[in-house]
């Protein structure tokens, strides 16, 4: 039986890259999109990789175009293209808070469009989407990323409404912290004044410590594979340490000014 096919966006490093491995060592057809694979695009064993700018609208369509014209309709469409600022919300300027909202939340809106009526020549179709343990609570000095991932959440649970009679599954994937990756698309804003500098600089170092604590990327592609070859598919996937599933739940029950303190506190700001 010929294997399923999946068109994934962000497959060139971090979990992207991660869950492009597992898929393809789990059976699946895997139409790798990114940037970077301008200059290497060709099929390697089951990944076929493709140059894909989710932030360009021409980019998007032939990529879908030549995506279907290699293997078909695809069974799978998985979302993991993603970039990170690291700085303070009030001194992020509006491009980089563009440029983080243009990849993560826009950039998924315009391969979901673009690839949905693909995806609805198969029955049963899935849509995958990599979210954050950043799209359900904050992380200082992150806001652009943390928005992003905010308003990518709204937007699949939309998703999940609307295209369940079609017989299409939408499912959010939460992953914590992770080692390395990051580090890849994390960009900084140029300047950080005195007035933030030190609270910046002791918050980015719990963050990098955390991450270098963090999961096996090769751990979470597999459990994400693991997921996506089931039938149904959970609305929601998290992929967390037990420090962080208790945060979540914290989140929502503690009062808001208590949960912020806690936060704070960890992240001594």
């Known amino acids: 039986m010929a294997s399923k096919v999946v068109w994934m966006s962000g497959a060139s490093s971090g ?40 932030r360009d609208d021409a980019s998007v369509r032939e990529f879908c175009q030549k995506a279907q014209a290699l293997y078909g309709p695809p069974h799978a ?11 303070p919300a009030e001194e992020t300027s509006l491009l980089e808070y563009e440029a983080v909202m243009d990849t993560i939340l ?9 690839a949905l009526p693909y995806l609805r020549k198969q029955p049963g179709g899935k849509i995958v989407m990599l979210s954050s343990v950043n799209g359900l609570m904050p992380t200082p000095f992150q806001s652009a990323y943390v928005a992003a991932k905010h308003a990518l959440e709204g937007y699949s649970e939309c998703l999940m409404l609307e295209t369940a009679a079609q017989g299409i599954q939408v499912m959010l994937v939460e992953p914590g912290d992770h080692k390395g990756g990051s580090g890849k698309y994390r960009e900084s804003t140029l300047t950080v004044s005195p007035l933030y500098e030190a609270a910046f600089n ?10 270098a604590n963090g999961g096996s990327p090769a751990a979470f592609g597999r459990k994400l594979a693991r997921v996506m070859g089931k039938r149904r598919l959970p609305a929601r996937l998290r992929v967390t340490t037990l420090k962080e599933t208790a945060a979540i739940v914290l989140h929502d029950v503690l009062p808001g000014r208590l949960f912020q303190k806690f936060l704070r506190d960890y992240y001594k700001v």
Do not use: P
């Not at 002791?202 to 991450?211: F, H, S, T, W, Y």
């Open 15 to 54: 979990l992207g890259k991660a869950a492009c491995e597992a898929l393809s060592q789990s059976g699946w057809t895997v139409v790798a999109g990114a940037r970077s694979f301008a200059n290497r695009e060709g099929q390697e064993g089951s990944v076929h990789y493709l140059a894909l700018d989710v």
């Open 202 to 211: 002791r918050a980015r170092g719990v963050i990098l410590q955390d991450e």
């Open 106 to 114: 826009m950039g998924t809106i315009r391969l979901t469009q673009a």
């Open 77 to 87: 469409l998985l979302c993991a293209a993603g970039i990170l600022v690291f700085g």
